[in-house]
């Protein structure tokens, strides 16, 4: 099973709203991702966990929370979000041999709308 | 700063014709280098990947070429087909950490 499972596929909010994206593999791989991606854009890297440990966050706003309860699952917790936050939320995972990185496999993504 | 430059922005393609995108890189501590398919509305998917031991990979109609001492690296796709008609990073990532450096990706469009 290569597979990574991201729900829900699209998800539209208000600004004042909390909403909670979340991600699962059950590939055994130790490093997770969260990606923003906006059209026509490369994958925009926001958080890595390496081992269920917060490893990177790239200068990510508050309004942002990851979490990372297992091994085998990642939360991207949302609150007060602006319209420009509206993109796809790519979430990754990889194993990692050697305590490094190679392959990387990217779920669907999250179809995210902030009205 | 971009560490990974990608060329062309966007590239029309015949059927059957061969599509070439072009990545190069100034950070020496890369050393495996993956090229991801994307379709709309979809998540990338890894296509192909080499590591700097080798000057060139192949898996089916996709060809990576390595060029080390030049920092450059490309896809060909060879007999190109209307399917393979998306958005296509090049990426890499360094010898420590866990981090993915992409490219700023290709629109392909391989006209029938």
């Known amino acids: 099973d290569t597979e990574v499972t991201q729900t829900p596929k699209h998800l539209v909010m208000g600004m004042t709203n909390k909403k909670s994206l979340k991600c699962e593999q059950h590939?055994?791989?130790?490093?997770m991702y969260w990606y923003k991606q906006k059209a026509k854009k490369p994958p925009e890297l926001m958080f890595v966990?390496?081992?269920?440990?917060?490893?990177i966050n790239e200068s990510v706003p508050s309004r942002f929370s990851p979490e990372c309860p297992n091994s085998s699952l990642l939360n991207l917790h949302l609150h007060a979000l602006q319209p420009e936050d509206s993109a796809l939320y790519l979430c990754?995972?990889?194993?990692?041999?050697?305590?490094?990185?190679?392959?990387?496999?990217f779920g669907p993504g999250t179809r995210l709308t902030v009205t | 700063q971009q560490q990974v430059k990608q060329s062309p922005q966007s590239l029309i393609v015949q059927k059957g014709g061969i599509s070439i995108i072009n990545c190069a890189y100034e950070?020496?501590?890369?050393?495996?280098f993956p090229w991801y398919q994307q379709f709309p509305g979809k998540g990338p998917a890894l296509l192909i990947a080499?590591?700097?031991?080798?000057s060139e990979k192949k898996e089916g109609r996709f060809t990576i070429s390595f060029n080390k001492s030049a920092k450059q690296f490309s896809l060909h796709i060879m007999d190109s087909q209307p399917g393979d008609s998306a958005t296509y990073f090049c990426?890499?990532?360094?010898?420590?950490?866990?981090?993915?450096?992409f490219g700023t990706g290709t629109s392909l469009t391989v006209i029938p």
């Open positions: 990426a890499a990532t360094p010898n420590t950490g866990n981090q993915f450096y």
């Open positions: 080499i590591r700097p031991d080798v």
């Open positions: 950070n020496t501590a890369f050393d495996y």
């Open positions: 590939m055994g791989h130790r490093a």
């Open positions: 990754a995972s990889s194993p990692t041999p050697s305590g490094r990185v190679y392959e990387q496999y």
């Open positions: 966990y390496s081992y269920e440990k917060l490893s």
